[in-house]
């Protein structure tokens, strides 16, 4: 027996990057959704993730009205900087192809799109379980779900499943029509946030052969760094003193040395990259990490979600105006494109940065000789800077023409 029922045009699961921006986008183009998330308001916007967004992200961001904090408070950078042999190399991505980055966490993101749902009385239903998806491939497809322990029913025309890896979009899919590729890299990453001033300008990439370092920020007061660990560590096997002296041992220059600081949050996680080429079956799309994650060395996951998100959103705006699902339909064969590029971007970074024990000797050189090449060639140089700055929020021409007029 339900409680109660909702009636919507788009049901949206899940309150990441690509939820809030979808019904923010939708929104724009005068498209009714209602948004479910399992965590509260407060976990969504504290829970600190790592944000670098490319060139079209931040446009996209600034041309929907959703810019003013980013560009207060974000950090806007030329390039990185690469590092390895005891030697830094500056890609400056703003000499090579004009463009930069902004170093914008996650969680700041969605701050911004949760203010502008509410600011617009959109509806986001927070701490709601989602426990099953139906009839997905009927022009009314449901979503079952609790609040309080208050069984609920969303009647909708379509369903973004933007809930993650774990949700339960990608469960309610045919078993039988998925098709998921998954590789899994032989690293970790430890990642830290400190207390302390910023240690550079540009995040800083290093190769070492105790492991690969990142050197990043979040905010003047608050830095991010990460390190290559075993995936399978312990977070008891890494104290604060062996954290600093590895840091240290990997990054450090004559001259230079990064910023230490009480660290306030550490944790472990494994690479590997995730693609279910299934993301759309009748009424359901699915978008973000329900899809797709990437390692976290090409800077793609949040980008990849806005890009899914903002192609649904067109297609789903070019449906309600004209009734044709020409785009919708397209919307999987359009996102893989983006996607598998920025596999493959995130890979070759991982690759070409991590310290791996089991490369034959030959295959430390070729290591050795392809981080020559990006550092000291214009052109291997222009290879990370447009794979870094603008591969994931971009539309291709035929997206282009169905383009409205934003609405700030």
Not at 105 to 132: C, W, Y
């Amino acid at each position: 027996m339900w409680c109660s029922q909702l009636e919507t045009k788009v049901g949206i699961i899940g309150a990441g990057p690509a939820g809030l921006l979808l019904s923010h986008l939708l929104h724009l183009n005068g498209i009714d959704s209602i948004l479910l998330e399992k965590k509260s308001r407060e976990e969504v916007e504290e829970t600190v993730r790592a944000g670098v967004l490319e060139q079209g992200a931040i446009k996209l961001l600034n041309e929907t009205g959703l810019g003013s904090r980013m560009m207060k408070y974000g950090h806007l950078h030329h390039g990185i900087e690469i590092q390895y042999n005891a030697q830094r190399f500056l890609l400056n991505f703003e000499e090579l192809i004009g463009k930069k980055i902004m170093v914008y966490p996650q969680h700041e993101v969605l701050k911004d799109l949760i203010a502008a749902r509410m600011e617009a009385n959109g509806k986001i239903i927070f701490q709601a379980n989602v426990t099953s998806l139906k009839d997905i491939d009927s022009p009314k497809p449901k979503i079952e779900f609790e609040v309080d322990g208050e069984k609920q029913e969303l009647i909708c025309d379509f369903i973004a499943g933007c809930d993650g890896y774990h949700g339960p979009s990608r469960r309610a899919l045919p078993k039988e029509l998925l098709r998921e590729i998954e590789h899994v890299y032989p690293f970790g990453w430890l990642g830290i946030l400190a207390e302390a001033p910023i240690s550079n300008e540009v995040l800083i990439y290093a190769y070492h052969e105790r492991g690969f370092a990142l050197i990043s920020t979040r905010s003047p007061e608050i830095q991010r760094y990460y390190i290559q660990v075993n995936p399978n560590d312990q977070l008891s096997q890494w104290p604060d003193e062996r954290i600093w002296s590895e840091l240290h041992a990997r990054v450090d220059l004559n001259g230079w040395t990064v910023q230490e600081g009480p660290i306030i949050q550490k944790d472990i996680v494994k690479m590997r990259s995730f693609v279910c080429e299934t993301m759309q079956y009748g009424r359901l799309f699915l978008a973000g990490d329900a899809a797709h994650i990437v390692p976290p060395t090409g800077a793609k996951g949040m980008n990849l979600a806005m890009g899914d998100a903002q192609v649904l959103a067109i297609g789903l705006q070019h449906y309600y105006t004209t009734g044709n699902e020409q785009i919708l339909n397209k919307y999987e064969k359009i996102r893989l494109e983006s996607i598998w590029r920025a596999q493959r971007f995130s890979r070759l970074m991982t690759d070409l940065l991590h310290h791996n024990n089991k490369k034959t000797s030959f295959e430390q050189k070729i290591q050795f000789a392809e981080l020559n090449y990006v550092t000291t060639s214009v052109t291997g140089a222009t290879t990370i800077a447009e794979n870094y700055t603008d591969i994931s929020v971009n539309l291709p021409a035929e997206l282009q023409k169905n383009l409205t007029a934003i609405k700030s």
